[in-house]
């Protein structure tokens, strides 16, 4: 048996998971970054709303791949599925993430 990620599936597929794996990042991410950085909200200790922050950071940014790799199937791969740029960024927040998390844990 194979491992097959959504970048390689069929077509209907890379439709189908990626708009529904994009969704449901997005609809856990965005609501981390709204909360990390609304004013009205005690952002104390600083380490874990840094915590907050990257994870919220992190799902966000792996919706917007998940959401492009659906996009790229929708269209017939003429807009272009994410570079590696995106997965760079998603894996230095989840890295402060749990930096955060650890600093946050040990004090």
Known sequence: METRSIATMTRNRRITWGGGVGIGLGLIGLPLVALALWPGIDHSPWDVNTM????GVALSTLSYIAGRIAVAAVT?????PPTKRP???AGG???VAVLCLLIAAAS
């Not at 907050?52 to 994870?55: D, G, N």
């Open 87 to 89: 997965w760079l960024v």
């Open 93 to 95: 927040a989840l890295a």
């Open 52 to 55: 907050i922050l990257a994870t």
């Open 76 to 80: 017939g791969d003429r807009v272009s």
